[in-house]
């Protein structure tokens, strides 16, 4: 069984050429929960950019479809990832 422990391999399951994959995590207040989402959405920004490095903090940083916003997943709180018809569970 394959599971998902970094960045890079999140990056390399999903794949960054903008398609949709659904990913369903626990968040810091441990609730769970599901999201369908994109990387590398370059609409929505605000200029700002992030303060830090999210890959150097195990973090990815999405764009969530549903709520037209950049959401942050700790990669040590991911349940499952669905991309490309392939199903990965970190449980």
Not at 24 to 52: H, P, Q
Request: cysteine-free.
């Amino acid at each position: 069984m394959k599971t998902i422990n970094t960045t890079q391999q999140f990056k390399e399951f999903v794949g960054d050429n903008g398609r949709l994959f659904s990913v369903t995590f626990r968040k810091a207040d441990g609730s769970i929960r599901k999201m369908v989402a994109r990387l590398n959405v370059k609409s929505y920004l605000t200029g700002g950019g992030a303060k830090y490095n999210a890959a150097e903090r195990n973090n990815i940083v999405v764009f969530s479809m549903r709520d037209k916003a950049y959401r942050t997943i700790k990669i040590d709180n991911l349940l499952s990832v669905k991309a490309n018809g392939e199903l990965i569970e970190n449980i």
